[in-house]
């Protein structure tokens, strides 16, 4: 059966192309840093996103969590959004690899602003922990994006204290797309990034983790550490570099069905979406319904063939590739059918 998933946009399938790519794939074995499909992905990373190299890693948390243990010495505070992935979802994993702390910003809109990182940068005072990384995300976990005028405030406050920025851009393709701009537009106000080539740009596994030279050579040391260190990477490297030769710009399709989408929610009794703030692929949907169950809802859904992760009163919707505008229709068909019959 298929389904129409808008759990996450990392539920794509990889495209038909994507797997005789695999299957086509030059190998060789890249601890030896010898697989020439792994080579071209991360030069080809490096050049979209203007930094000098790239390292592909398996996941975007392990491409944050080495960005970490490079900028870092044990014992630093990072500046880093509440909400963001960093804290929220990656098993304090800042804490047990690099021994850093976290302080934290917590806006309404999640964004961190020039005044949270000045008033958190720390002294020489005896009695504080040593400033050593801030870490911005965009897009932000919110589906929201953050202007190229905010970053560069923030990339400027960090370099006149001279501390290193890290940006988790998981959906930083996303985020240009939505600025119309150029991924390395937004990636040079940072000192290294990552980037996800698993979610809306449809390869199976696998992130980017971009910055200079020296950073990414001792990156490919901590990959090592951690157990990351992959051999024959080509089949999915090659993946990757069709994410980036050919699905970034389709990725604009997912944001119009995610305002279609969004639109026709806020039209149902009870639904509501801020519809600024459907800006990327991600649609949070707020419902207040008398006696509204959730799980109910989640199972109802299931049943004509949606899956939507139980969001309890505030509900997000994700779309992707494996979705199109005619599923959406059935969506909110299946939706009004819940609500008014
Ligand atoms: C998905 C995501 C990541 C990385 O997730 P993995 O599942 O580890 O690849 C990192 N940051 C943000 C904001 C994300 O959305």
Redesign the pocket.
């Not at 996941?59 to 392990?62: H, I, L, N, R, V």
């Given at each position: 059966m298929r389904y129409i998933d808008l759990r996450s946009d990392?539920v794509t399938h990889p495209t038909e192309e994507m797997r005789k790519a695999m299957y086509e794939a030059e190998v060789g074995d890249d601890v030896y840093g010898d697989d020439p499909t792994v080579n071209r992905l991360e030069e080809l990373a490096a050049q979209m996103v203007g930094k000098e190299a790239a390292l592909f890693v398996p996941?975007?948390?392990?491409g944050?969590q080495i960005a970490i243990m490079v900028h870092t010495k044990l014992g630093d505070e990072i500046i880093v959004g509440a909400n963001s992935?960093i804290v929220q979802h990656e098993v304090g994993a800042a804490a047990r690899l690099s021994g850093v702390s976290y302080s934290v910003v917590d806006n309404p809109d999640d964004k961190i602003y020039k005044e949270d990182v000045i008033k958190r940068i720390r002294d020489e005072d005896i009695h504080n922990p040593t400033t050593g990384l801030l870490c911005l995300?965009n897009a932000l976990?919110n589906g929201t994006v953050v202007t190229l005028e905010e970053m560069e405030e923030l990339y400027r406050v960090a370099k006149e204290y001279g501390i290193p920025v890290h940006l988790?851009g998981?959906?930083l393709f996303n985020a240009a797309t939505y600025l119309r701009v150029e991924a390395k537009e937004i990636a040079q106000y940072a000192d290294s990034v990552t980037f996800?080539i698993?979610?809306g740009l449809c390869s199976p596994v696998g992130?980017l983790l971009c910055g200079s030279k020296e950073f990414i050579k001792k990156a490919g040391k901590m990959r090592k550490l951690l157990g990351g260190g992959m051999r024959q990477a080509g089949v999915l490297a090659a993946c990757g570099i069709i994410s980036l030769e050919k699905m970034v710009n389709r990725l604009e399709e997912d944001h119009q069905n995610a305002k279609y989408l969004a639109q026709n929610l806020n039209e149902i009794e009870g639904f509501s979406v801020d519809l600024d703030k459907v800006q990327i692929n991600m649609v949070f949907c707020e419902i207040s319904i008398k006696d509204f169950n959730s799980k109910e809802f989640v199972e109802y859904l299931l049943e004509k063939g949606i899956k939507v992760n139980d969001g309890g009163s505030i509900f997000r919707f994700v779309t992707n590739k494996d979705v199109n505008k005619k599923d959406i229709d059935f969506v909110i068909d299946c939706i009004r059918e819940y609500i008014y019959i």
């Open positions: 990392t996941s975007g948390t392990m944050n992935h995300e976990g988790d998981a959906r996800c698993s979610k992130s």
